[in-house]
């Protein structure tokens, strides 16, 4: 497009203009009625000028107007914050290496968007948390939303365990490389396994905390996923307390298939942890279930419909009773 607009102004080259574009001199010799550079310029600013107004205009209107455009503008930004502010994370990181410690930087800097979105967070049962001792956390999965809730609670030298895939989130993925993240491969099952059980091994030698979202994937349906029995096999080979959190449906104000996303409160509570001591594997299955039927419980306690409140949850037909 340069290439065609230039030629076509069939420029006289200066030292200058060269130096502005290599292609006015190469395209030269088609040019048959040579007019000056600044003319063409000229020419294109109120062009130029419309579409910026126009944009300016649209955006504005379709933020107001559409709810689907706002949902998109707020996911993107969203996203590209976060990209950016990876950017910014990265070299302070890398000071230290691959460092569990670094978590604490990433967790600093993500606390703001909240506010961002007027979305408000509030924890409860902050004190169910061993105070210093290795354990696994386990909490339900809504959405990439869930990293604000996360970030409000996370114990330090707590790492998060996340899909492989995540580690080519570009400047996101180096964030969470260098602040220890641990990345499974969801389709390898044995190497997932054996990537857990290294952790189960690390836990207590060097004192981590590993925070795992037992449904494996997102789910914005309303009630939690089977549990995938990992984090509890981890718990249990290490020998160290479970802490169940919920964070309270995003239902009043963020779905996703409505494309929907206002701002709005979100609960987030810390559960009593639950001992693993003397447990084998044999008791995985049932802790798992346990765990997983505690979770629900409160999670349709704390959840609102979106519509102003009433635990939508409960009500007969209810979303959350399929999957009980
Ligand atoms: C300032 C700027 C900053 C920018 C940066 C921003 C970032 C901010 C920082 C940080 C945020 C990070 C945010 C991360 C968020 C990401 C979230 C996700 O990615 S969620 C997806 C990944 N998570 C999981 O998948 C859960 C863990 N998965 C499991 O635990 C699974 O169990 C897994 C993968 C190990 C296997 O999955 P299976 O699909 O095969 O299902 P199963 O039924 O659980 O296991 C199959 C059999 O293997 C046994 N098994 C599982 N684990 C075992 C083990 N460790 N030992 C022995 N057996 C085991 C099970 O008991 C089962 O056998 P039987 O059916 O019971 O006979
Ligand atoms: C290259 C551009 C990508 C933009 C990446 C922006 C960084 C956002 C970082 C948010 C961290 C939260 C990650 C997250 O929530 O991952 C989803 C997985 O848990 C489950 O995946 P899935 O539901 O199985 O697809």
Redesign the pocket.
């Known amino acids: 497009m340069v290439r065609t607009s230039i030629c076509g102004a069939g420029v006289n080259p200066s030292p200058s203009a060269g130096r502005l574009s290599p292609l006015l001199f190469r395209n030269q010799a088609h040019c048959p009625s040579p007019r000056p550079l600044q003319v063409t310029r000229m020419e294109l600013w109120p062009g130029l000028w419309t579409l910026l107004l126009l944009l300016a205009l649209l955006l504005p209107t379709l933020w107001f107007c559409s709810p689907s455009a706002k949902y998109f503008f707020k996911m993107a930004f969203y996203n590209g914050w976060?990209?950016?502010?990876?950017?910014?994370?990265i070299p302070v990181c890398a000071v230290r290496g691959r460092n569990v410690e670094n978590?604490k930087?990433?967790?600093?800097?993500?606390l703001h968007i909240k506010y961002l979105y007027g979305i408000r967070v509030e924890v409860r049962g902050a004190h169910h948390f061993p105070p210093s001792q290795p354990y696994v956390v386990v909490s339900n999965?809504q959405s990439?939303l869930?990293?604000l809730g996360?970030?409000e609670v996370?114990p330090g030298r707590c790492?998060?365990?996340?899909?492989r895939?995540?580690l080519w989130?570009g400047?996101?993925?180096l964030?969470?490389w260098l602040?220890g993240?641990i990345f499974?491969?969801?389709k390898r099952?044995g190497d997932?396994?054996?990537?857990?059980?290294e952790v189960?091994q690390t836990l207590i030698t060097q004192d981590v905390r590993v925070?795992?979202?037992?449904?494996?994937?997102?789910n914005h349906n309303g009630s939690m996923l089977?549990?995938?029995?990992?984090?509890?096999?981890?718990a249990v080979?290490a020998q160290v307390p479970i802490v169940p959190i919920v964070m309270s449906s995003y239902q009043d104000f963020y779905c996703k298939k409505e494309r929907r996303f206002t701002s709005g409160r979100c609960q987030v509570r810390v559960l009593p942890p639950v001992p693993t001591e003397g447990l084998t594997?044999d008791d995985?299955?049932a802790l798992a279930d346990t765990v997983r039927h505690s979770m629900l419980t409160v999670f349709r306690e704390i959840s609102t419909d979106g519509r102003g409140g009433g635990d939508y949850l409960k009500k007969p037909g209810g979303v959350g009773e399929a999957q009980l």
Request: net charge positive; with cysteine.
């Open positions: 976060i990209l950016f502010l990876a950017v910014l994370a978590m930087i990433l967790r600093l800097m993500l999965h990439s869930d990293l996360m970030m996370l790492v998060p365990i996340a899909k895939e995540l989130a400047s996101a993925g964030a969470c602040a993240v499974i491969d969801r099952t997932a396994i054996s990537v857990m059980s189960a925070w795992v979202f037992p449904e494996g994937t997102r089977p549990f995938k029995r990992g984090a509890f096999h981890l080979q594997p995985v299955p």
